[in-house]
């Protein structure tokens, strides 16, 4: 069993930057898939970013790309999401998830039913 525990959300105006962080505990995730999520009031919860299980691969949404990135430190056990760049539309709940995939790949996951564990959340809020 993993736990996570996202930290690092806040107010910002827009243009500004944050440093998401997801602490893991129970496990080590240097070998877990993780990814970001993120979900606004009234709306779907969807997908941001995800890291591959060993590290190599990356994949984001197309409105994200090129102002987020998401990383890993493995002596830490913990994944960040940095964001730059912020826009209004960014405001939502950000959630880091995980997985054990089933072949130590490449390979990242974008959709919500390939991620077993789930940490509880972080606002972000990004004013005008």
């Known amino acids: 069993q993993v736990q996570l525990v996202e930290s690092g959300g806040g107010l910002v105006q827009a243009g500004g930057s944050l440093r998401l962080s997801c602490a893991a505990s129970g496990r080590t995730i240097s070998r877990y898939a993780m990814g970001w999520f993120r979900q606004a009031p009234g709306k779907e919860r969807e997908f941001v970013a995800a890291?591959?299980?060993?590290?190599?691969?990356?994949g984001y949404a197309d409105s994200v790309k090129g102002r987020f990135t998401i990383s890993r430190d493995n002596a830490k056990n913990t994944v960040y999401l940095q964001m730059n760049s912020l826009k209004p539309e960014d405001t939502a709940v950000y959630y880091c998830a995980s997985t054990i995939p089933p072949v130590y790949s490449g390979t990242y996951y974008t959709n919500r039913e390939n991620y077993a564990y789930w940490g509880q959340g972080t606002q972000v809020t990004v004013s005008s």
């Open positions: 890291l591959s299980s060993n590290g190599g691969n990356t």
